[in-house]
């Protein structure tokens, strides 16, 4: 069986593609044949070391949906042949894997495979963002940074199906036309435009309350200044380096702000969790709400160019590896 490996951390070039011997599920693990593999920072971050794996050499990928193979003991939810979708779980980067049954969910008929590993991990994000960590209701300005990579293209839609007026930042113009097709009523070319003064000037200067930023250092503390009294600033990724020296009094000076850094992790600390936050997110995206945008498939064999692409930000969307 082929897995990317990591021996090393690294730049690109360090995934090996190899072939790796998994064995049988132990109790409460199911072995999974992967469909479709997603792509995400989250395993640049692996990769780098700036996430600790639990040890060298291991399997980059955080998601994926495939078919059961086989059940460990004391696993009844599971069967051989079952459509499953997983998250939140490290080691999708392979032909197969074996899957921890607490992450694990059934994946209903109407998604396809595809659809399934390039949702999962940026969906169930999108989810506890907006109904968990800040919950969204008509009438709320939110602000979402990136909002055309693959959470933000979530994100958007599911905001403005909950009535929020949505501003988003993007790096290009392709972007962020992509970005207003999915739900945002703003979008401020950061490259181009000071996204802060944009904000105050579509806002009426009172601000947002809440900014969803996956960003980190580029756009800090810029995002503290987009927010009104009282907002929310939600930290939920670095993509282009992590925020240093966080002073909390900047909090108070600038209007009594409120200031988080959830993870997926914590919020799937139950199976119970994992199944009720992947329910809402397959009720979304069965219903039409939320699409799931694919721009890119690419063989599993090329995880290291898809790699580069996704730290260079030639990517839209989601990217999905796909076994041989």
Known sequence: MKAIRIHRHGGPEVLAYEDVDIGQPGPGEVRVRNMAIGLNFIDVYFRTGAYKPPGLPFTPGNEGAGEVVAVGEGVGDFAPGDRVAYAATLGSYAEERIVPAHFLVHLPGAIDFETGAAMMLKGLTAQYLLRRTFRVEAGHTILVHAAAGGVGLILTQWAKHLGATVIGTAGSPDKAELARQNGCDHVIDYRKE????????????????VVYDGVGKATFPGSLDCLRRFGYFVSFGSASGPIEAFDILLLAQKGSLFATRPTLFTHLATHEDVVEMSN????????????IPIHTRMPLAEAAEAHRRLEARQTTGATVLLPE
């Open 194 to 209: 000071d996204f802060v003064a944009r904000v105050k000037e579509i806002t009426g200067g009172e601000g947002c309350h």
């Open 280 to 291: 809402d997110l397959f009720h979304v995206v069965e219903s039409g709400v939320v699409k």
